[in-house]
């Protein structure tokens, strides 16, 4: 193994551990940790990582078939922090940009935009002229990501709600912030809660996990099951009848603030409350997406799967995320989709994508 983290194999050594035919056989998470302290112990002996120094970026871009056109940063995040890969974008390409470096560093903050460029959509052009690109490669898309901070995002987003009518017709819009509990969404729907308040709008601000079937249904296959977890502990039924079906065109308005407390596991027995027309449904917590709920418009907070892996509480969970991502694709299906790995330093794709 050490053979292979002396040249930075990072995965190739969790890989040999796990199959080394050890009974019982290896904790991924315990390899990784064991790779990443033989990394700290062998750091004197590790292969030394390329020239990154501007004049090795200037001389590798100088050896491209031709003069790039942009610098595209791409970032994503495993079980030891940031990985960052610059890459050059040439005249008509379409594919993915030619890599001129990677950095893998435990903390990274994501840089300010630069003061005074013009900015075209999610791009921001310099003096070049090259233009810089927040990127997520996807299975089925290219993914453009521009930074911004919580409260402009909220102010944007109602802004755009503000501005909007209902879909079907009816007297009250409704807004659906997905995410996993590792992402902010109560934070999010609070702030657009407020945001919608000073400009005179009416809100309903509602949580799934005020929605949950009772524990002897939740459990019904084990406390840890993530399939249980993913379809059966949300009582989606509960939400179409006293949340959404009272918002229906021509309904009454009355609705159900919450229905279960899942530490007491009994009925809350909260009254109802009336959202006036005009007023905003905003309803958040994890798989919204995929039920047909009749949102008018939906966010995702986004987290890769490394980042979702370090900042879940209850690891059994993930199997359910990864079921929703390869089911629902909910990156793909929201109106809106905010990257949320670092929550200090959130990237969103802007509306109308």
Do not use: N
Not at 147 to 159: P, Y
Not at 201 to 225: C, I, M, N, Q, W
Not at 259 to 276: E, G, I, K, N
Not at 281 to 302: I, K, N, Q
């Amino acid at each position: 193994m050490d053979a292979l983290v002396v040249r930075r194999k990072q995965i190739l050594a969790v890989k040999e551990m796990r199959e080394s035919g050890v009974a019982p056989r290896p904790d991924l998470r315990d390899c990784v940790d064991l790779v990443a302290a033989r990394m700290e112990i062998l750091a004197d002996r590790l292969v030394p990582l390329p020239p990154r120094d501007v004049d090795a970026l200037a001389a590798k871009a100088a050896a491209l078939p031709g003069p790039p056109v942009a610098l595209e940063l791409a970032w994503d995040g495993d079980t030891q922090g940031w990985i960052l890969v610059l890459g050059a974008v040439l005249p008509g390409s379409s594919g993915r940009p030619h890599a001129l470096a990677h950095w893998q560093e435990a903390v990274w903050t994501e840089p300010s935009p630069p003061r005074g460029p013009s900015r075209t959509g999610s791009a921001y052009r310099c003096a070049a002229p090259v233009t810089t690109v927040r990127r997520t490669y996807g299975q089925s898309e290219v993914m453009r990501y521009e930074a911004i901070t919580w409260d402009r995002l909220a102010e944007a987003l109602a802004g755009h709600v503000d501005a909007s009518a209902p879909g079907d017709g009816g007297a009250w819009l409704k807004v659906g912030i997905d995410g996993p509990p590792a992402a902010p969404g109560a934070e999010l729907a609070a702030a657009l809660a407020g945001a919608l308040r000073t400009r005179g709008r009416p809100v309903h601000l509602a949580g799934t996990g005020g929605f949950l079937r009772p524990a002897s249904l939740r459990y019904e296959y084990g406390k840890r099951d993530p399939d249980a977890y993913y379809g059966g502990w949300t009582d989606t039924g509960a939400l179409w009848r006293e949340v959404f079906g009272p918002l229906e065109p021509g309904g009454t308005g009355r609705v159900l603030p919450d229905l279960w407390d899942p530490v007491t596991d009994r009925a809350t027995r909260s009254p109802y409350v009336t959202l006036p027309p005009g007023g905003v449904l905003l309803l958040h917590g994890p798989f919204l997406l995929g039920h047909w709920f009749p949102f008018d418009l939906t966010v995702h907070l986004r987290l890769s799967p490394a980042a979702l892996a370090r900042r879940t509480e209850e690891s059994w969970t993930l199997p359910a995320f990864a079921r929703y991502e390869t089911e629902v694709d909910p990156a793909g299906t929201a109106d809106v989709v905010v990257r949320a790995d670092d929550p200090r330093h959130p990237a969103w794709t802007g509306l109308g994508r």
